[in-house]
């Protein structure tokens, strides 16, 4: 089944406590991207992939790091997690870069920093 | 600065008539403009999509409409089931930054 695999799904942490989400992907996408939907805000983009090791920021980098080492994978790492960083996570890749076709999203992580 | 508005943050309807969900937007650079769905504790679902050029877009019940003079879309569901129920976000893309500008959602809900 195409797919895109977010871990964890839930996740309570302290802050300043370094923490990974990981992602995956089984469908040989280029684009991959991270987002965080907040209330009243909607989807906003964190930082994506174009390709294995070619990223850019995406509106609201701060904070947050990524890599692409494989085109499978697309970790999200938090060096040191704020409380203002409580929100749902989702990742998404697309063979076209969005446009027309959309990307396939995962199916979330909570984060929960305190 | 908000980009993309759904002025609507809920909308109920009875089972078999019509949904009309609402975008606007202020950019004149998007070229796609995409409407996803999300139901609870999942992730969001691409539902139908159209290009700046067109002014309609169907797709069995779905069907949307771009009026680029008025910087407005809308997303038209007939008839509309329960299972329709979710959140649906609008979310235009620009071409040049490959990036999505999504919409805060409005939440339908459709009553049996």
């Known amino acids: 089944e195409a797919q895109v695999t977010q871990n964890p799904r839930y996740l309570i942490t302290v802050t300043g406590k370094k923490l990974t989400v990981t992602c995956s992907q089984n469908?040989?996408?280029?684009?991959m991207s991270w987002y965080r939907q907040d209330p009243g805000l909607g989807l906003r983009q964190i930082y994506y992939s174009m390709n294995v090791e070619v990223t850019d920021k995406g509106d609201v980098p701060e904070g947050y790091k990524v890599s692409r080492k494989e085109k499978r994978n697309f970790p999200l790492i938090l060096e040191s997690p704020s409380p203002n960083q409580t929100s749902l996570y989702f990742c998404?890749?697309?063979?076209?870069?969005?446009?027309?076709?959309?990307?396939?999203f995962g199916s979330g992580t909570r984060l929960t920093v305190v | 600065d908000q980009q993309v508005k759904q002025n609507s943050p809920s909308l109920s309807v009875q089972e078999g008539r019509i949904s009309i969900l609402n975008c606007d937007y202020t950019n004149s650079m998007f070229d796609y403009f995409l409407w996803y769905k999300k139901y609870p504790a999942e992730g969001p679902t691409f539902l139908i999509s159209i290009s700046s050029i067109k002014d309609k877009n169907e797709d069995g019940r779905f069907t949307v409409f771009l009026n680029k003079s008025a910087k407005h879309l809308s997303l038209h569901i007939v008839p509309s089931q329960p299972g329709d129920s979710a959140v649906y976000f609008c979310?235009?893309?620009?071409?040049?930054?490959?990036?999505?500008?999504f919409g805060t959602g409005t939440r339908l809900k459709v009553l049996a």
């Open positions: 469908m040989n996408h280029e684009y």
């Open positions: 979310a235009p893309f620009s071409s040049g930054t490959y990036k999505y500008i």
């Open positions: 998404a890749s697309s063979s076209t870069g969005g446009g027309y076709y959309g990307y396939t």
